[in-house]
């Protein structure tokens, strides 16, 4: 029976078929493409304890860490056809109180920028002045693996982190750790890893060194009659 | 015209072939919620929060279950606040201790400040239970006829109008 209806239907049918096989063979795709994104420096720059309060109409008073950090890392093997941002992320990470028992930590992301591929950079939320710059920086590439390379010397946290407790001084033991999140056009979100995946290599060096959140910086002018 | 209605037979066959197609819809939904252990597997971005990496309409697969390792820090869930009924859909910033009980902070990559301010009154921080998935794979803008269609409900009826016509008309 060949009504207009029936032909209608098979051309979306058809339509729709064909662009499910060709976006699944993109997203297989993430599978044969080698990364291998290295850190070569991660480690903290400066780290004080202040107090606070959580908003200006709180009364509540909480330690705050502030933590600022250099970062020389290569991501640039991330950025494919099939990349549309990648999500970078600097977590501190440091033990719970019952760690001893139960292995549990805390961690809290203290920076993140989000890196588009040159093929989303319309989409970021950014003012015209820096969207301008933003894509003559790809230089008219739908692929720009340099985007990958960050270099980033004593970078300001974003992020002020506490503890549900209230108290984080002189905590022991923490550590920085850089992620990502790569964000595919279609497909599947890939994280870092630990371990190899054919041809994804693990994250290399992607955790500082172990460190010590100082005591309570006192007022300023408590501080200036120290000195 | 309207052979259907002039041979009951016919008619009461392609009304099985409808409540098939319907029912067996619904199985393969609920057949995923099983496997991914979400009460809503695959779902529609509804707002920009999460902007560039995912626009409104676009297709979203939950995965609910902790096999390998505990939801963590960086991952994108979407989640329900207590009394609210719309789904969010943001990525955990901040998590403190482990298992059940682990205190978590959300924040959408496009805003300026985190989730505190979306919770219900008196919650500070969601535990696993109030996470219905996390979004492991992306599909865009395939779900956006969804928010055209909760937007302009009238374009609701005459879906269903064409549908209903489509199967009266039909002879095979």
Do not use: C
């Not at chain 1, 990648?86 to 805390?106: C, G, I, L, M, R």
């Amino acid at each position: 029976m060949y009504t207009s209806v029936v032909r209608l239907q098979n051309v979306f049918g058809f339509f729709t078929t064909v662009a499910f096989v060709v976006a699944a063979f993109i997203a297989a795709s993430d599978f044969v493409t080698e990364r291998a994104p290295i850190v070569r420096t991660l480690k903290t720059t400066s780290v004080q304890v202040v107090r606070g309060r959580p908003h200006y109409y709180s009364s509540k008073k909480e330690e705050y860490a502030i933590i600022n950090f250099s970062l020389d890392a290569d991501l640039s093997s991330l950025f494919t056809w099939n990349t549309k941002q990648v999500f970078v992320y600097v977590s501190a990470e440091w033990p719970a109180a019952d760690h001893a028992k139960t292995n549990a930590t805390n961690e809290a992301v203290i920076w993140d920028t989000i890196i588009t591929s040159p093929s989303a950079d319309h989409l970021a939320n950014i003012g015209p002045v820096a969207m301008k710059k933003l894509r003559k920086s790809a230089g008219g590439k739908s692929i720009d693996p340099n985007r990958g390379k960050l270099s980033l010397k004593n970078q300001r946290h974003k992020y002020k982190i506490t503890h549900p407790s209230g108290k984080l001084a002189m905590t022991d033991n923490v550590t920085l750790r850089l992620h990502y999140n790569v964000q595919p056009w279609v497909g599947l979100l890939t994280w870092d890893q630990d371990v190899d995946y054919g041809y994804w290599k693990a994250l290399k060096n992607g955790v500082s060194k172990r460190f010590k959140l100082p005591a309570i910086k006192e007022k300023k002018a408590a501080s200036a009659g120290a000195r | 015209m309207l052979s259907g209605l002039a041979n009951p037979r016919q008619a009461a066959v392609q009304l099985m072939n409808f409540g098939l197609i319907l029912s067996t819809a619904f199985m393969m939904w609920k057949g995923l919620s099983v496997i991914t252990d979400s009460p809503s597997p695959i779902v529609v971005v509804l707002s920009g929060s999460m902007e560039p990496a995912f626009q409104r309409g676009d297709l979203l697969f939950l995965w609910n279950r902790n096999v390998v390792a505990e939801t963590s820090v960086g991952e994108i869930v979407v989640y329900n606040v207590k009394g609210k009924d719309i789904p969010i859909v943001h990525r955990i910033v901040r998590k403190f201790g482990k298992g059940p009980e682990a205190k978590l902070l959300t924040k959408g990559d496009n805003n300026v400040s985190d989730d505190t301010e979306l919770y219900a009154s008196g919650q500070d921080y969601l535990v696993r239970k109030d996470i219905i998935g996390s979004v492991f794979a992306y599909i865009p803008f395939v779900g956006y006829v969804t928010i055209l269609l909760s937007e302009h409900p009238w374009l609701k009826t005459v879906m269903l109008g064409l549908m209903g016509l489509v199967v009266v008309l039909q002879r095979e």
